[in-house]
C-alpha cells in the first residue's frame, strides 16, 4: 500500500525505474511503492552529493545527468600529514541507471566509501534510511527483492574491484622486480 502521493516527476519516469538494478523483478505497485517515499533532488554541475568519510543516511538513483565517483588515494590516518589526492574511479549517466549509496541502507551511521560529484546539471530520486526501513518493515516480501537486488548489485562491485586489485599487485609485482 502507498503511504503516501508519489512526486508526478517520478511516476513520469516510472518506465526508466524499470531499468536500474535495484528495482529488477519488482512489479509496477513494488515499484511505486518505494518511490512513494523518495524525493526529487536536483544539483547543479560540480556539486558533491555524498563525500567520502562523511555519515550518510540516503540512497540515491541518477535519473538524468552526470556523476563522477572518486577515491581517496591516501589511507584516513596519513591526510593531515600529505595533501589529499583522489582518484576518479567512474563515471556514470543516466544511461547506466545507476544507484549508490546503498550501503547505509544495510546500517545505521555508516560511514560513505567514496565522493560522488556531479559533472552535469543532474537530477536523483533519493531514498532516507528512515523510510527505506518502513519500506522494508511493512512489506517483507519487497524488501527482501530490494535486499536482494542490492546484494548482487554489491556483488558485482566487489568482483570488479578484486579484478582491479589483481592488477595492480601484479604492476607492483612487476615494478618491483625490475622488469
Sequence with gaps: MISQKIDPFLLKNLQY????RLFYDL???????????????????????MKEGSVGDKMFILIKGAVEISKSLILPEWLPVLNKQE???L?????DFPFFGEMVMLRDNLIRSASI???????LA????????SIV?????????????????LA???RKTNKDILKLTTALSIALEGK
Excluded: C
Design 17 to 20: 525505474f524499470k531499468q536500474v
Design 27 to 49: 512489479n509496477n505497485e513494488q515499484i511505486k511503492t518505494v518511490l512513494s517515499e523518495m524525493k526529487v533532488e536536483r544539483f547543479p554541475p560540480d556539486t558533491y552529493i
Design 87 to 89: 582518484k576518479s574511479l
Design 91 to 95: 563515471h556514470f549517466s543516466e544511461k
Design 117 to 123: 560529484i556531479t559533472r552535469t546539471e543532474s537530477i
Design 126 to 133: 533519493s531514498i532516507g534510511k528512515k523510510e527505506f526501513d
Design 137 to 153: 518493515e511493512r512489506d517483507h516480501t519487497l524488501g527482501m527483492k530490494l535486499f536482494k537486488n542490492m546484494a548482487g548489485e
Design 156 to 158: 558485482d562491485r566487489l
